[in-house]
């Protein structure tokens, strides 16, 4: 099944370029030592805001620090925060969305009225709040974003299992006389896997969104240490001198997203093509 | 229709007292409490008087009693003092604000409407064509465009490369001195970049969605009907299908409410605008903790309300919806 998922999902040109880029950008994580061609925070008081040039492709910012570089090393956190929001998100939303579609009833109606609460707020504020009032950092970042983003998965699981409970395969396990916890994680939940994936994989390009936003705000990672997000704050700060600060760091994470959404976009497809829309 | 309003209302109860549970939870997360913000700083505070004025707001009692002290104030609209130097009530300062972002969120709704139905419409229509995959690609742009980022580029290109808007604030410096058309064009100039940026993430959702529905409804068998009594095609497209494709539609601008709320934190701090999403960012910066919950719970609530007023209008325009409820 999955061989014959993975060959359909190659013939889908627009996921394999989104494929591509999100193998770069773990190439550029892992290897940035390597590929920068300076260290992230070599100040260089001679070549403050130089203009792209031969030896500073993206130009260098307001200490002369070399933006190709930063970029370059800015590429882990945007890679580590969108797992693991995404990997706590999707956890919570596994759990609660299987309990509600699962048992129904009380416990149903008590997890989907938590849905509601949690949806009528503006997540962002919610996010901003709770990250000033903990300290901002890349862990509290993650957590943060995870558990204010796993409402959708929620729905999405309850929904699966809604369907899935009343199928022959499920009431032949229990018949069997297979335990709840062996019926949900053995037999109903892998045959939710592909709605899952696909919301994960969307996931993590609005993670990767949240993120940089909340650098660019100042309450996300702490300079000196280089974000995307953050080196937009400087970009902002020059706007009337340096475009270059404004436009590099931006198109990383752009460029980022888009092959996140891609990615998902193509798994989607490839998995039921009835949902090409 | 007015028993589903009153059902509607019932079931808002719980979830306001959810939302404000967890916005006070979100306020008992920080580390001490609000006074340390007053007193860490203070070497003349000894601890007698640092319990002085926890008892005095009422921190020395337990934390339900604090909720229940602060849901009732609330119910009267009472949101407390901002601890910001102003000390003014938060509810004064939050009802200054919202004007201004309402007013950019409405805008950028009635923008959003106006272009995205028609793109939706017409790729749909012509599925496939170049006008479609050309759609697609701007749809695609604007789900994994950062809104600040764009805010920046159109800043350097319309603001300092060609000088033809304003970048920052709602008013000229000139404003007090021109005329009162003359007011309204310079407010309307400082308008464009934040209306426009607030309102790209939503073009693309909504034309994305717009065309999804309408090809569902070209497919419906009264659709196949009104095509073979033999009106013609545009009739079928404007009258026939386009109505049930915008039912939707409704919801999804109600669901669309706290996304554009949260989204103006970003774009007036970048523009500069002094609305509640600047207020709500200074005030989070400056640990207000009264105003932080306060905008808090008004922007929960604001949703609550624009959902329910969507959920009426799509019972309005959808007969089947009254049937059922």
């Not at chain 1, 130089?50 to 002369?64: A, I, S």
């Not at chain 1, 009431?171 to 062996?182: K, N, P, T, W």
């Not at chain 2, 939707?248 to 996304?259: D, E, N």
Request: neutral net charge; charged residues 15%.
């Amino acid at each position: 099944m999955y061989g014959d998922f993975l060959r359909r999902l190659a013939k889908d040109k627009l996921a394999m370029v989104g494929l591509f880029v999100v193998l770069v950008l773990f190439f550029v994580a892992i290897f940035a030592n390597v590929l920068a061609p300076y260290p992230p925070d070599e100040i260089d008081v001679e070549n403050i805001l130089v203009e792209p040039t031969r030896e500073h492709p993206m130009g260098t910012d307001p200490l002369g620090r070399d933006v190709l570089s930063r970029i370059i090393h800015g590429s882990g956190v945007s890679l580590s925060v969108g797992f693991v929001a995404v990997g706590i998100s999707t956890f919570i939303g596994v759990i609660l969305g299987a309990t509600s579609g699962y048992y129904g009833g009380l416990a149903d109606r008590i997890i989907m009225r938590f849905v509601d609460i949690m949806l009528c707020f503006p997540t962002f504020f919610l996010i901003l709040a709770v990250i000033a009032f903990l300290q901002p950092s890349i862990w509290n970042i993650m957590i943060v974003i995870g558990i204010t983003s796993w409402m959708g998965v929620t729905r999405l699981v309850r929904a699966e299992f809604l369907t899935l409970r009343e199928r022959d395969f499920v009431r032949a396990a229990v018949s069997q006389g297979a335990s709840d916890l062996r019926i949900i994680f053995f037999h109903v939940l892998p045959n939710a896997m592909a709605p899952i994936l696909v919301a994960a994989t969307l996931g993590v390009a609005s993670a990767v969104l949240v993120e940089s936003s909340l650098s660019f705000l100042g309450l996300g990672v702490q300079p000196p240490n280089p974000s995307w997000g953050n080196m937009l704050t400087e970009g902002k700060d020059n706007i009337e001198i340096a475009w270059w600060l404004s436009l590099y760091p931006g198109l990383a994470i752009f460029i980022t997203v888009m092959g996140y959404n891609l990615l998902g976009e193509g798994i989607r497809d490839t998995l039921d093509p009835r949902l090409r829309r | 229709m007015s028993l589903y309003i009153l059902k509607r209302l019932l079931l808002m109860i719980p979830v306001l007292l959810g939302i404000t549970i967890i916005s006070f939870g979100v306020m008992k997360l920080a580390p001490g409490d609000p006074v340390s913000v007053v007193t860490d700083l203070n070497p003349n505070m000894n601890k007698e008087a640092i319990e002085r004025i926890r008892a005095h707001y009422g921190l020395d009692q337990p934390a339900y009693v604090q909720y229940a002290k602060w849901l009732k104030n609330m119910f009267m609209l009472d949101f407390g003092r901002s601890f910001a130097p102003d000390s003014r009530p938060v509810i004064d300062k939050i009802m200054e604000r919202i004007p201004i972002t309402l007013l950019i969120n409405v805008l950028s709704m009635i923008l959003i409407l106006a272009v995205a139905i028609p793109l939706g419409v017409m790729s749909a229509v012509k599925q496939n064509s170049l006008f479609d995959k050309g759609t697609t690609v701007f749809v695609f742009i604007g789900f994994a465009i950062p809104t600040f980022w764009l805010a920046l580029l159109l800043m350097i290109l319309f603001g300092v490369k060609l000088e033809w808007l304003p970048i920052s604030g709602l008013r000229s410096l000139t404003y007090a001195g021109l005329s009162a058309p003359g007011k309204v064009l310079d407010i309307a100039q400082h308008l464009i970049l934040p209306v426009f940026v607030s309102s790209f993430g939503g073009l693309a959702g909504m034309s994305r969605y717009m065309r999804s529905n309408m090809l569902e409804v070209i497919r419906q068998d009264y659709i196949t009907t009104a095509r073979s009594k033999g009106l013609d095609e545009r009739t079928v497209i404007f009258k026939h299908a386009l109505r049930n494709a915008l039912l939707p539609v409704i919801t999804l601008l109600g669901l669309s409410i706290p996304g554009l709320i949260g989204g103006s934190v970003i774009f007036e701090t970048i523009f500069a605008i002094p609305g509640m999403g600047q207020l709500f960012y200074q005030s989070v910066m400056g640990r207000d903790y009264p105003t932080v919950m306060g905008i808090l719970v008004i922007g929960a609530v604001l949703t609550l309300v624009g959902n329910l007023l969507a959920d009426v209008m799509y019972s309005v325009a959808d007969p089947r919806i009254r049937a059922a409820s």
